[in-house]
């Protein structure tokens, strides 16, 4: 079992940036696909963005695309999330998450960190 915990939310202006980072414990992090959804009030959580055991290959949500990049730090266990340009509509709780290694990156996962609120003012 790994344990997630998420930082580096806050409050930015639109079209800024924010970077989010997700340190795991437990069982070896490499073993793990990682992934960060997102959820907003009145609405069900979304895949946003998903990376896979090596780094080798990521898979995002069309409404990120261009703007949010994904990456990990095997050394560190940390998998982050590079946000620019923010919009109002991104505004949500973001939870990383973790899988068991497979060719789909956007479902399937198994254990979420907490969350960490991302609120971006116009």
């Known amino acids: 079992q790994v344990q997630l915990v998420e930082s580096g939310g806050g409050l930015v202006q639109a079209g800024g940036s924010l970077r989010l980072s997700c340190a795991a414990s437990?069982?070896?992090?490499?073993?793990?696909?990682m992934g960060w959804f997102r959820q907003s009030p009145g609405k069900e959580r979304e895949f946003v963005a998903g990376i896979n055991l090596s780094g080798s290959r990521t898979d995002y949500a069309d409404s990120v695309k261009g703007r949010f990049t994904i990456s990990r730090d095997n050394a560190r266990n940390t998998v982050y999330l590079q946000m620019n340009s923010l919009k109002p509509e991104d505004t949500a709780v973001y939870y990383c998450a973790a899988r068991f290694g497979g060719p789909n990156l956007s479902r399937d996962y198994a254990y979420w960190g907490q969350g960490t609120q991302v609120t971006v003012s116009s």
């Open positions: 437990g069982q070896t992090f490499s073993s793990y696909s």
